[in-house]
Structure formats: structure tokens, C-alpha cells
């Protein structure tokens, strides 16, 4: 059995999402209670991927970023890491990849770390308002499908990648198993 991994997550939710999205959303959502659910299924999901890693990215302890927002952030986020107008699902920004999608940058490191320092992965970009008219369509309740985009996003930080077909089929097979555990008693 894979020792359970140490996560440093730094969580956030934006006030400006819909009322009645909050509410479907539950504690998920809550920018003080949300931290906690959330610790808990990311944690999960890096000690079930733990085994899969490329060397570089194994560690026992990570930190990460999940930021749930509204359309109007991601959009602008889309706009100026991707050259994309409008709002999409998720976006991940892998501080591990030194050419983030886009061409971009690399995310600024420290020049070393210290031993023991949770391996910086990056940050998860979330449109609750683009997942709750996604679901019913994949036939998830909201926050099924927050989870799936939050499964799809933490593939991004570990280095997948979909550039074709055949690798979009094998990440969302991987997503299905991570978000499979959810819905077991």
C-alpha cells in the first residue's frame, strides 16, 4: 500500500458565482469550508497516481493551487495564458512543464529547495457557471462534474497531455478512475 501524500493546498472560491450555484454546490464551494473536502479527494487522487509518476515528479509531499471562479475570471485568464476568447471548463497552469500550453513562460521557481519543501505543482482554474451548464450534458449533478474538471486539471499538472484522440481517450479513461472512487459507498 502507497503511503497517503501531504498536500499544501492553497483553495479558493469566488464570491461572485450564482447564489443558487453555491448552494448546489455545498461546502465544495465554500471559500471556508471548501479547503477541507477538497484536501481530502486531491490527496487521494496523487497517492492513487503516486506509483504512475515520472521520477522528477515524485515526491511525497506536494502544494498545489485550486481556484474556483466564474466565467468572467476564466475568461480573462483564457484570454491572456492561451490567446482564447471566451470561458472554458478548467485551466491548469503546470509549474513543472517549462512550456506551458500557449508557449508561455515557465512559472518562476526558487532556485532551490529545501529538503522536505512539498514539490510545487501548479494551480487548477475552475468555471463552476461553464461546469453547471456542462453536466447535465455528461449527465453529472455540478459538482460531479467540478470534481471530473478537477481530475482533469491535476492530469495536467502531472504531465498529461491530449494532443490527439487516442491520448484525449486514455486521460479521460484515467479521469473516470480517479472519480470512480467518489462514487463508491
Known sequence: MTAPIDLDLAFSADGDVPPELLQAAGAWLDPLEGADPWHSLLASWLTQLAAELPPELQATSYSLGLSLVGDAEIAALNADWRQKEGPTDVLAFAAQDADLDGGGL?????????????????DIVISVETAARQAPVHGHTLMQEVQFLASHGLLHLLG?????????EAMLARQDQLVKVLAEP
Do not use: K, N, R, Y
Open 106 to 122: 515557465p512559472m518562476p521557481m526558487p532556485s532551490h529547495a529545501e529538503e522536505g519543501d512539498p514539490l510545487e505543482l501548479g
Open 160 to 168: 498529461w497531455d491530449h494532443p490527439d484522440d487516442a491520448s484525449l
